[in-house]
């Protein structure tokens, strides 16, 4: 269980956007919401200003929910002002934004902050934007691979979303066709697909249905990337929630896969949930 969860916010819309979802996950959680912002080297007053705002803001509307909140505002590199913070305070989860343009160019990994940020000693869930009008989900995408590391955690934080929102789970699988040798496409029945589900994927609908959560399964042969996008937005889900490794993201930054052709093209707000307690 998460108990203490961190959000980073800076002058950008984006951030306060990721600690809103940060802050209904306390609330669902029970847990403590910490907000911080860091004035780094060379940022202009006005801009450090907005910050305090936007962290006052959600100090405020949490306290509102009866979330037990505080708010910190440090000065010097993030990463590192956040490393102490989540060593200092036994943070369980980060909340932060990614950047338009960590998404949109190649970024070297060192120069990243999301990168940095995924380096820290706890779980990080990075947000990435695109839909300042859909941020009380009520239908969430969760598409799963056929090897999932870290199934309970990733399944107690969609768990706890979907509480925070009532919202309804749509799980997603894309699948490889399946072939004949000489005789081409196997073509198979919606049933059949999900006879096939991974155990990974089995093991995680148990977990999930654990939490009581109300959810629909889809198994579709195709593409992952262009699948979940597809999915999304044929189906007007209002946010996808993905699982990715460390090495997933850096995957990402240097040349992409899966990850980087949802961010790319997503049509509403995605969370990339990096487990890590």
């Not at 999301?114 to 380096?119: A, G, Q, Y």
Request: net charge positive.
């Amino acid at each position: 269980m998460y108990r203490t969860i961190l959000a980073a916010v800076n002058e950008n819309v984006n951030s306060e956007v990721a600690a809103r979802y940060a802050k209904h996950l306390a609330h669902a959680a029970g847990a403590k919401l910490v907000i911080c912002s860091v004035r780094e080297p060379g940022q202009p007053e006005h801009a450090f200003e907005l910050a305090r705002e936007a962290a006052h803001r959600i100090q405020h509307s949490a306290r509102e929910l009866g979330v037990e909140t505080a708010c910190l505002f440090e000065a010097g590199d993030a990463a590192e002002r956040l490393r102490s913070i989540v060593t200092a305070r036994g943070v369980d989860l980060l909340f932060a934004a990614m950047r338009r343009r960590e998404v949109k160019k190649r970024i070297l990994p060192g120069k990243s902050a999301s990168t940095r940020f995924l380096r820290l000693p706890c779980s990080v869930a990075l947000v990435r934007v695109v839909h300042m009008g859909r941020i009380f989900p009520r239908d969430v995408l969760v598409p799963l691979k056929e090897h999932i590391e870290h199934i309970p955690e990733r399944a107690e934080f969609i768990a706890l979303l979907a509480k925070a929102f009532e919202a309804t789970v749509h799980l997603f699988h894309a699948t490889r066709p399946l072939t004949r040798f000489f005789h081409g496409e196997m073509h198979l029945t919606p049933f059949e697909w999900e006879a096939r589900i991974p155990p990974d994927i089995a093991r995680f609908v148990g977990h999930l249905e654990g939490y009581g959560v109300g959810h629909e399964k889809r198994v579709l042969p195709g593409s992952a990337g262009k699948s979940i996008t597809i999915e999304a937005s044929s189906r007007r889900r209002d946010l996808i929630i993905m699982g990715a490794s460390e090495r997933g993201f850096l995957n990402f930054l240097l040349g992409g896969d899966t990850v980087k052709e949802v961010l790319l093209e997503t049509p509403c707000n995605v969370i990339v949930l990096k487990p890590g307690r």
